[in-house]
């Protein structure tokens, strides 16, 4: 016999279940720990803890399944996001019903498409939203340290974190804590945020401060001061940001003369009674000739591109074509050969005559794929409520990606046609997958490039097995990659490391739409092509955009440190940089911070999954 509670503390919900005992559960549902009864029935005390179901956040159960029926006891089964199962909870006299109505006003319950009985807890088709939902805030929301969190992490006020043991000590106290961001706040807002920030950015433009390339002397100083023991990547030079070092290493410049440099390129803006001007520093004449700034080298044009091949058609200088995609990009008339090469469509070693042969035989697995939907009469779909489902969040997006582009602009134009057909055969090809929102934005472009929807189709697919960790219900990729994320700031940049910590920042939601679409809606169309393609083509690893993104964040480290006083803040600062960050600044910072971090780097990402290349 026990008690099943719910229990509210700071915004997050918990589920507990205790035996009834003396020093174990309060009549109002705290928790509390009897020394006395500690020592005189310690063996009871771990034969309980055996039996208990400790406060879980109801943001780590997946699913619940409820039996009840006409004869027997009714009881629960708690499924988490982890995929442990725990025993079944058993309702002596009823109140099955009351759970749920009572569950139902706090967090969203979805029945099951295949199981009546089943619910899954905050399963959203958004997958920003339910990685809003059901990521770890637990930890941070209690006052708690996250799981490896540096030692400056302060002690919690006003109790002590519940341990593993029923007999830790704990006080747990409804109130407000400044740090915790209001998640269901956040879930509200973000939807309106993204329209907001494009609808200001011209006028942010003008603002210096979101466009920091050098640290606030005070805020870096305090922030250091915080910080405590913390490995190094090199040995910083004093009054210098991480980025400025990797550049540093990277270009060969000295620490003067590359402050020099960024000055030079990077302007300040001044604000004065008739405008917003940029103050040029003319000292930049001073720097060496051999350091200045070379012109970038062209995209890879028709010539250089046949000079991979040999005469067979087979791509020899693989590793050549790669680096001069990732340094310099490839003109637009190219991109519809070289993309299907750098997404794994086509194999280097492949020759001409075999490629012809791949692609008028993919071309007709295609049309099998689209007729298996196509040929769907409308009582067949009647009785399969996931195919109308996905279908229709199908048709919804397909009508409001990219329609600024001209590509895209005309609504019954073919080429949205085409889109639809790409996405519904998709959720053919991958019936497991099926479609989730940031799809449309993934083969928009592709469709862009390939002007041919099998073609598309076959790349797209090829992008998906690299991305479709992303889009698990699990979250288990996007999980892991934010929590890499978090380790490569930390052993980049500990002073901001420690100001995340401070600012209650470490799950890095924030960064959540970069990692799950590839920047897709952070840069211009046409950037993006550009972006992708360097991703694809990059030399160091498949986690090379966790680096874009710890570049973005030193790019701006001046104003994060200056304005971003809490997960909110920053949350709307990430957001409102959609469409203001330079992409080939990043890229080459990206490069540099990746060949400055070096192995300890490979060791922050070790743990993902590899990329299906």
């Known amino acids: 016999m026990g008690r099943l509670s719910l229990i509210k503390q700071h915004q997050v919900m918990f589920l507990a279940w205790l035996p009834y005992s003396q020093g174990s559960l309060n009549g109002d549902g705290t928790f509390y720990s009897s020394a006395t009864a500690e020592k005189s029935a310690v063996q009871s005390a771990k034969d309980r803890t055996m039996y208990a179901v400790h406060p879980i956040p109801l943001s780590e159960v997946k699913a619940i399944r409820k039996h009840m029926p006409s004869f027997g006891w009714q009881y629960i089964v708690l499924v988490l996001v982890s995929g442990l199962t725990l025993p079944p909870l058993y309702f002596g006299t009823g109140g099955v019903r009351a759970l749920f109505a009572t569950l139902k006003q706090h967090i969203y319950l979805v029945k099951g498409a295949d199981d ?21 805030l637990t930890d941070v929301l209690m006052g708690a340290p996250p799981p490896g969190a540096s030692a400056t992490w302060p002690p919690p006020t006003g109790g002590v974190w519940v341990g593993p043991e029923v007999g830790s000590t704990v006080q747990w106290q409804e109130g407000t ?49 915080s910080c405590g023991p913390a490995a190094a990547v090199q040995p910083s030079v004093e009054g210098l940001p991480p980025l400025l070092m990797a550049r540093q290493a990277a270009r060969g410049l000295d620490p003067a003369q590359e402050e020099q440099h960024d000055r030079l390129h990077s302007g300040e803006l001044t604000s004065t009674s008739v405008g917003v001007f940029e103050l040029i520093d003319k000292s930049g004449a001073k720097l060496p000739m051999d350091r200045r700034p070379s012109s970038p080298a062209p995209p890879v044009y028709q010539e250089e591109f046949e000079s991979f091949f040999n005469n067979e058609g087979r791509l020899v200088r693989w590793k050549a074509f790669k680096e001069r995609v990732f340094s310099s990009g490839i003109e637009a008339s190219l991109r519809q050969v070289a993309w299907k090469f750098l997404l794994g469509v086509f194999p280097p070693d492949s020759t001409r005559a075999e490629r012809e042969t791949f692609l008028k035989d993919k071309n007709c697995e295609y049309e099998i794929l689209r007729l298996q939907w196509q040929t769907m009469n409308e009582e067949q779909a009647s009785r399969n409520a996931k195919w109308r489902e996905r279908r229709s969040r199908v048709d919804k997006d397909v009508h409001r990606t990219d329609r600024q582009q001209p590509f895209y602009s005309e609504s019954r134009s073919s080429n949205i046609k085409q889109l639809r057909n790409i996405l519904l ?7 497991d997958l099926g479609y989730c929102q940031g799809m449309s934005d993934l083969a928009s472009p592709i469709l862009y490039v390939m002007r041919n929807e099998a073609e598309a189709f076959w790349c797209f697919t090829a992008l998906m097995r690299r991305l479709e960790g992303n889009f698990q219900t699990d979250s288990m990729a996007m ?27 470490l799950n890095y939601f924030f960064c959540y739409r970069w990692l799950l679409i590839h920047f897709k809606r952070e840069f211009s169309f046409d950037e993006v092509l550009r972006f992708w393609e360097a991703l694809w083509a990059n030399p160091h690893h498949e986690h090379f955009h966790l680096f874009v993104c710890v570049a973005v964040l030193e790019h701006h480290r001046r104003a994060i440190l200056n304005s971003c006083q809490d997960f909110d803040d920053l949350l709307k600062f990430c957001v409102e940089l959609s469409g203001r960050i330079p992409m080939t600044t990043v890229l080459q910072d990206a490069d540099a911070l990746c060949k400055w971090a070096g192995g300890a780097g490979m060791d922050c990402v070790a743990e993902l999954n590899p990329a299906q290349l």
């Open 116 to 136: 009546p009985n089943t619910y899954l807890v905050n399963d959203t088709a958004d997958p920003l939203q339910r990685s809003l939902t059901c990521l770890e």
């Open 177 to 225: 804590d400044a740090r915790a961001p209001l998640v269901a706040s956040v879930l509200e807002q973000f939807g309106r945020m993204t329209a907001l920030a494009r609808e200001t950015t011209t006028n942010l433009l003008t603002s210096t401060a979101y466009w920091g390339a050098q640290p606030d002397d005070d805020a870096l100083d305090a922030a250091a001061a």
């Open 425 to 431: 055969t998709y959720v053919q090809f991958n019936n």
């Open 479 to 505: 999980h892991g990659q934010l929590l890499a994320l978090r380790k490569l700031v930390q052993l980049l940049d500990p002073p901001m490391h420690a100001f995340m910590e401070a600012k209650s920042c």
